[in-house]
């Protein structure tokens, strides 16, 4: 079955960009059928949706982080990308990536998650 | 404050059923059938338990369902069990450019 491992940096300094990685097994990116997306959760609170990318490069971002993120594919090493630029204490939080539902007779669902990756923002 | 409203926390005992509440706007619950439900015990990702309303991922018990009406979408468990006990977050496809909200979780104590 398809399974995600996000990988990157645990300290970031303020001002700085977080970068983390998706590897994807089980399954490939390419197959077309979902949309992969990262989601946060900063310590001891809930959910926040970053966005979706398709392996066609395609993107969709949450209009409250648009301004700084960029997610990119690379289908030749089936994993997906997330870079987070300028960032402050407040973007500390566990980053989880997943495979997505997202077309006209299924949206909005998450699965598989990753593990999830705690990032500290903190000089 | 999150786009979706959760009660932050409701128990129940061994054996009962509860239900979770969220409630939206005819923008987002209301206005679609894509409220899916996740599951989070501590320090572990969010798990899939319902998606689309009602349907259920392969493998998880039939003792969850969802539901839905009005702007208003349910998690009901049945024969509660101590493994049930976690977190609880809806979430739903909006038409807003968020394009996806999420509720403030719930947290599920079974007595």
């Known amino acids: 079955q398809v399974q995600l491992q996000e990988s990157g940096p645990g300290l970031v300094k303020p001002s700085q960009t977080l970068s983390l990685t998706c590897a994807v097994s089980?399954?490939?990116?390419?197959?077309?059928?979902?949309?992969w997306s990262w989601i946060r959760q900063p310590p001891g609170k809930g959910l926040e949706w970053i966005g979706y990318?398709?392996?066609?490069?395609?993107?969709y971002y949450n209009p409250s982080l648009k301004s700084r993120v960029t997610i990119s594919v690379d289908t030749s090493k089936n994993q997906f990308s997330l870079k987070l630029s300028s960032v402050t204490a407040a973007d500390t939080a566990v980053y989880y990536c997943a495979r997505a539902g997202y077309s006209s007779s299924s949206s909005g669902w998450f699965d598989p998650w990753g593990q999830g990756t705690l990032v500290t923002v903190s000089s | 404050q999150s786009a979706l409203t959760q009660p932050a926390s409701v128990s129940g005992s061994p054996g009962q059923s509860i239900t979770i509440s969220c409630t939206g706007t005819?923008?987002?619950?209301?206005?679609?059938?894509?409220v899916s439900w996740y599951q989070q015990h501590p320090g572990k990702a969010p798990k899939l338990m319902i998606y689309d309303v009602s349907k259920r991922p392969s493998g998880v018990s039939n003792r969850f369902s969802g539901s839905k009406s009005g702007n208003t979408a349910s998690l009901t468990i049945s024969g509660l069990q101590a493994e049930d006990e976690a977190d609880y977050y809806c979430?739903?496809?909006?038409?807003?450019?968020?394009?996806?909200?999420f509720g403030g979780g719930t947290k599920l104590t079974v007595l």
């Open positions: 005819s923008s987002d619950v209301g206005g679609y059938n894509y």
């Open positions: 089980g399954g490939s990116i390419s197959s077309g059928d979902y949309y």
């Open positions: 990318i398709y392996y066609s490069g395609s993107t």
């Open positions: 979430s739903s496809y909006t038409s807003s450019s968020t394009l996806v909200v």
